[in-house]
């Protein structure tokens, strides 16, 4: 039991269910965060919007983490299972101080965890979340007495608050007289129900993999090419014009071309950017340093220019929000459309490339060709403790006189490419990142960074 890891970090907390995350677990970090919710909102009794993905374990994480929350003199409106952007549209949409959500994103069914979220709808800036996380190690919890106990109620539209708020941005009856046929996997996910929603308010032919909210995930959830060779088999089954893959919590999506090809999770950024920044020239846009290139070139295109942040959903909106950007995003298939929320969503960004297809009239494959093609290769190493510092280190020394940014671990820019290595905020794990014009020099730079870390 002492070997399971539990992640607390900017992203929140995450854990083993049943070892590293327990009742007690959760409802001490709930505990803490409502106790700072209480402090740097000057409210004795902070509304807080709280939702969950379908992980079997959710429930229980729910109720421990509501405890928490109440024991604090917070007021709980629980929204049950539904998607993370959702949590954020509703804590806008009801006035709230704060969300919290039960996921653990991606990762495999033993996990959960507890993602908090500000009035924004955002995760905590750092200092914030450091605040939080110092609140939890040390048990500083603000207990209110039993007179200033609140109550729990329960709100269950936020699926169609989240689709009508989509529907007032997008021109749905373009893609209605395109009627697409789309395969979507939702993965036993969060996302089903109000995904199905939005397409068939969009007239969209879908083919519903998985659609069910049981959260017995039919595959690794990660929606990466090895888990989704069964959504490019349907695809092309259905002659379909689009396969689209979420993750659990819905807040990303992975797309499938009209032929069965796995284009990845890049290019759900891309593709959203290219139809926003085509209608607003000299737009700017923000993602974070693992991100590809291909934003940028789409903002140059349109006279635009991009911004870069280190990792993480909360540090890109912050961008966005400082430099008025009208798109932005992260390179794992989270799109940021800030007519909508300042939060991933997976949602968001299948309206945006069911939009583009419509208003083009071009193929998927067809859009994928007209973008510069890059090869990007994700790679990770289990993390020991001094592992990252010595690696930036290194790294630092062998790449020295090259363009290095160490925002975010460290990335190094080069003639044919960049690198960019990070202890990761999510898992136990270092990630090494690395994207140049083809498969052989993408890793060829991670094979250089591995054989640093080797020494």
């Known amino acids: 039991?002492?070997?399971?890891?539990?992640?607390?970090?900017?992203?929140?907390?995450?854990?083993?269910?049943?070892?590293?995350?327990?009742?007690?677990?959760?409802?001490?970090?709930?505990?803490a965060f409502g106790s700072w919710l209480r402090e740097s909102t000057g409210q004795p009794h902070p509304h807080v919007v709280f939702g969950r993905d379908s992980r079997?374990?959710?429930?229980?994480?729910?109720?421990?983490?509501?405890?928490?929350l109440l024991a604090t003199g917070c007021r709980v409106t629980t929204l049950g299972i539904v998607t993370t952007p959702s949590v954020a549209i509703m804590i806008d949409h009801l006035h709230a101080?704060?969300?919290?959500?039960?996921?653990?994103?991606?990762?495999?069914?033993?996990?959960?965890?507890?993602?908090?979220?500000?009035?924004?709808?955002?995760?905590?800036?750092p200092e914030q979340a450091r605040q939080i996380i110092e609140r939890f190690h040390t048990n500083r919890c603000d207990y209110a007495a039993v007179e200033k106990l609140q109550p729990v109620d329960h709100d269950d539209t936020a699926n169609r608050v989240h689709v009508e708020r989509l529907l007032k941005h997008i021109d749905a009856q373009a893609i209605r007289n395109r009627k697409p046929k789309v395969v979507l996997d939702s993965v036993h996910g969060a996302g089903g129900p109000a995904t199905a929603m939005l397409m068939e308010e969009?007239?969209?032919?879908?083919?519903?993999?998985?659609?069910?909210?049981?959260g017995q995930f039919p595959h690794t959830p990660e929606p990466t090419r090895e888990n989704l060779?069964?959504?490019?088999?349907?695809?092309?089954?259905?002659?379909?014009?689009?396969?689209m893959a979420q993750d659990p919590?819905?807040?990303?999506?992975?797309?499938?071309?009209?032929?069965?090809?796995?284009?990845?999770?890049?290019?759900?950024?891309?593709?959203?950017?290219?139809?926003?920044?085509?209608?607003?020239?000299?737009?700017?846009?923000?993602?974070?340093?693992?991100?590809?290139?291909?934003?940028?070139?789409?903002?140059?295109?349109?006279?635009?220019?991009?911004y870069r942040t280190p990792v993480g959903e909360a540090n890109v909106a912050a961008a966005m929000r400082r430099h008025q950007c009208i798109i932005g995003g992260e390179g794992n298939g989270g799109v940021i459309w800030p007519v909508i929320a300042h939060v991933r969503d997976s949602l968001t960004g299948i309206a945006l490339v069911l939009e583009l297809l419509a208003t083009t009239g071009k193929s998927v494959g067809g859009l994928v060709a007209s973008i510069p093609a890059y090869a990007i290769v994700k790679d990770k190493l289990p993390i020991q403790p001094g592992m990252a510092e010595r690696t930036i280190a290194a790294v630092r020394e062998k790449f020295a006189g090259e363009k290095i940014d160490e925002q975010d671990g460290i990335r190094v820019d080069l003639a044919e490419g960049w690198v960019h290595v990070r202890p990761s905020n999510t898992e136990p794990i270092m990630r090494i990142i690395a994207e140049a014009a083809d498969e052989k020099t993408a890793r060829r730079l991670i094979d250089e960074v591995r054989r640093i870390v080797g020494r």
């Open 202 to 214: 969009l007239g969209v032919e879908l083919v519903h993999l998985f659609a069910q909210t049981t």
């Open 249 to 306: 919590d819905a807040d990303r999506l992975a797309l499938v071309d009209e032929r069965g090809r796995y284009i990845g999770e890049e290019y759900t950024l891309a593709l959203a950017a290219m139809h926003v920044m085509g209608g607003h020239p000299g737009g700017t846009g923000a993602a974070n340093l693992s991100t590809s290139r291909m934003i940028d070139d789409i903002a140059a295109t349109n006279g635009g220019s991009v």
């Open 56 to 68: 079997p374990s959710g429930a229980m994480v729910e109720r421990a983490a509501t405890a928490g």
């Open 97 to 125: 101080d704060g969300g919290m959500v039960a996921t653990a994103s991606h990762n495999p069914i033993q996990w959960n965890g507890l993602k908090p979220l500000n009035r924004d709808g955002v995760a905590p800036p």
């Open 229 to 243: 060779v069964g959504l490019s088999g349907v695809v092309r089954e259905h002659h379909a014009d689009i396969g």
């Open 1 to 31: 039991m002492s070997d399971a890891p539990l992640m607390v970090s900017v992203s929140g907390l995450r854990g083993w269910v049943g070892q590293s995350l327990t009742p007690e677990v959760a409802a001490r970090f709930a505990a």
